[in-house]
């Protein structure tokens, strides 16, 4: 069954190269990235880990945590860690759960038929602390991500989660942002102060801060 934004991410157990976890209660009262790599021991989930890693602090500053998951071994999890580190220049500093009976694949729907073969594909949830589902991406086996883009989708959802604003096109964290049309010109006096009016329906203000 695929999940969709608003629902309740799926709770599990399960053992990860940092021990065994709850998934909710490993979560805590952050936010979480859940993603899937296809396999252990392959090229583009090894670069795909390292860069996790090197953007470690950056979850961090954004309270949330990562954990990865593929449908190997505990074990294999951990020898393949060592080239991450040797070839990426960080060591997985995050936990990666092991999902050889794909409990957690099939309760997140990331495995895809198409893909022609058992393993998953590149899926990213981003969990908010109620644990509801904020944002998926699915990515083919072939397409390593961008996560940078996904700190930005964080940084949009955690803003826009506390304000009655939206994120246009590209944007990023300290640009200006866009009024809901749900607030009425003098609402949004009240709340944001001075506004530019592009069109009518399109108000862009300073991103709150606070
Ligand atoms: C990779 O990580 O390079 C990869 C894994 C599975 C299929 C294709 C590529």
Not at 167 to 173: E, L, N, R
Request: aromatic share 8%; proline share 5%.
């Amino acid at each position: 069954m695929s999940l969709h934004l608003g629902d309740t991410a799926p709770d599990f157990e399960a053992d990860t190269t940092e021990g065994r976890i709850n998934f909710h209660d490993w979560i805590g009262d952050g936010w979480a990235v859940l993603f899937s790599h296809p396999a252990d021991f392959t090229p583009v989930c090894t670069t795909e880990l390292g860069e996790t890693a090197r953007l470690k602090d950056e979850f961090a500053k954004r309270q949330c945590k990562v954990i990865a998951v593929s449908v190997d071994s505990v074990e294999d999890h951990k020898a393949w860690s060592g080239d991450i580190e040797e070839t990426q220049g960080h060591a997985v500093n995050f936990p990666i759960i092991g999902d050889e009976n794909r409990k957690v694949a099939q309760l997140y729907d990331m495995l895809h038929p198409g893909e022609d073969d058992s393993s998953t594909v590149r899926s990213v949830f981003l969990i908010d602390p109620n644990k509801k589902v904020r944002m998926t991406l699915t990515y083919p086996k072939s397409a390593g991500r961008n996560f940078d883009e996904i700190l930005r989708a964080l940084d949009s959802i955690r803003l826009t989660a506390k304000h009655q604003v939206a994120t246009p096109a590209q944007w990023k964290q300290g640009e200006d942002v866009i009024i809901t049309p749900a607030i009425s010109d003098e609402d949004a006096r009240q709340r944001f102060g001075e506004f530019e009016q592009v069109l009518p329906y399109l108000r862009k203000t300073k991103a709150p801060t606070a």
